[in-house]
Nanobody
Framework: QVQLVQSGGGLAQPGGSMRLSCKAS??????????LAWYRQAPGKGREVLAD????????SYADSVKGRFTISRDNVRSTLYLQMDNLKPEDTAVYYC????????WGQGTQVTVSS
């Protein structure tokens, strides 16, 4: 059974940094091709994809809203996905989710990120 457990999140000040982690169990990142991603959902808005990465090639892509501020990465040995968030803005306030698209799709439990002074 595949499970994704997120950690990190909380309160940050504008201009601050934060790192989110997503530990996968029951699945190996290097076993076969899949896409790892981070999404977020702000109050009253739909879920937005922020960044994705291929765990085999390391190729990444980013939404314009976070490009140059957020960095997605993974540790294939630890089966852990990361999102480094720098220069945070109040509009980054949302619930953040990790996501894996393989033969099936899996979601983390979500973690609240609040950016406020």
């Amino acid at each position: 059974q595949v499970q994704l457990v997120q950690s990190g999140g909380g309160l940050a000040q504008p201009g601050g940094s934060m790192r989110l982690s997503c530990k996968a169990s029951g699945l190996s990142f290097s076993a076969y091709e899949m896409t790892l991603a981070w999404y977020r959902q702000a109050p009253g808005k739909g879920r937005e994809v922020l960044a994705d990465i291929s765990p085999i090639t390391g190729r990444t892509s980013y939404a314009d809203s976070v490009k140059g501020r957020f960095t997605i990465s993974r540790d294939n040995v630890r089966s852990t996905l990361y999102l480094q968030m720098d220069n945070l803005k109040p509009e980054d306030t949302a619930v953040y989710y990790c996501h894996i698209r393989a033969a099936r799709t899996y979601w983390g439990q979500g973690t609240q990120v609040t950016v406020s002074s």
